[in-house]
């Protein structure tokens, strides 16, 4: 099955779905209007709450039968992002979906929560080469399952906490700025930091307000933070549009941006072409922070 086909099912899928939750809604008010004549004749509160739960419960039924059928859509556009990726974007990508032993292994550095029913999940890899920049980026789902705090252990229900869900981003850098430099953005609740770092502060009281900086070399770490630096740093939070973590890592700028969106998600009501607008628009807002990155590293130079 050829890209065109798949957006053809897609499109059919979507107007099937429109077309069964009005039905739903439609067999819902006819089963209102006909369940009165199951009931004594009059109009007490008895009989109308009555017919209103008949009503409502035909209506979930068969709503939930035209979500059930809808999340088919969603199967088949994840199985679709590596074509968009290749006739949408002018970059050679590398797309991988599997939730496998993904190449991703500075999480643990940086979001590091080590508490007991720590879990997380990385999917939708994008590997690429833009203008000799070698980057990759995934969306990562942290979160911590925990019981709750009644009840024997064995019987007791579990509250999932997210504090992670967004965009992980490495690009790799020739002679970058810093060697261990991480900023923080204060909302950013995912970071503790692991090793003895040095907490500094800049000239600029705005970005102090909104960053916690550590390093190691404070004397490095304050010659980076120049105002063309920083600008670049609120820009990037600006474009990705969520909590923002930066951090040097040798040769690599890592980027986690905690935007609790998901990546390259299937908008069922909208369909297939708004779906496809939305995946190539997150592309690139990536394009553009490699952009600002690499813009500002051969300004530095």
Not at 82 to 102: C, M, P, Q, V, W
Request: proline share 3%.
């Amino acid at each position: 099955m050829n890209h065109q086909e798949q957006i053809q099912i897609l499109k059919k899928r979507k107007n099937i779905t429109f077309l069964l939750f009005f039905a739903s809604i439609a067999v819902g008010i006819a089963t209102f209007f006909i369940s009165s004549n199951f009931f004594d004749a009059g109009y007490s509160l008895i009989n109308w709450v009555a017919q209103f739960f008949a009503g409502f419960i035909v209506t979930a039924l068969a709503s939930t039968a035209a979500f059930m059928y809808s999340r088919k859509g969603t199967t088949i556009y994840d199985a679709m992002v590596g074509d968009i990726l290749h006739n949408e974007i002018d970059i050679n990508l590398k797309y991988t979906e599997s939730d496998g032993k993904l190449p991703i292994k500075y999480i643990n550095q940086y979001l590091n929560r080590t508490s007991s029913g720590s879990h997380k999940k990385i999917t939708k890899l994008v590997e690429g080469n833009y203008k000799g920049i070698k980057f990759k980026f995934c969306h990562l789902y942290k979160y911590t399952v925990s019981p709750n705090s009644y009840g024997p252990m064995n019987t007791t229900p579990r509250t999932k906490t997210t504090w992670f869900k967004g965009i992980w981003l490495e690009i790799d850098i020739k002679n970058a700025p810093s060697r261990d430099l991480i900023l923080v953005e204060k909302r950013f609740k995912a970071h503790k930091v692991r090793n003895k770092k040095t907490s500094i502060s800049t000239e600029s009281i705005e970005f102090n307000k909104k960053f916690n900086i550590n390093t190691m070399n404070q004397t490095e770490a304050l010659k980076v933070l120049s105002p063309r630096y920083m600008e670049m740093i609120m820009d990037v939070e600006k474009i990705l549009r969520g909590k923002l973590l930066l951090a040097y890592n040798g040769d690599k700028l890592i980027v986690a941006a905690d935007t609790r969106r998901p990546l390259f998600k299937y908008d069922r009501f909208k369909g297939p072409e708004k779906s496809i607008q939305a995946t190539t628009e997150q592309i690139n807002k990536i394009i553009e922070v490699i952009n600002l990155v690499n813009r500002y590293n051969k300004l530095r130079k």
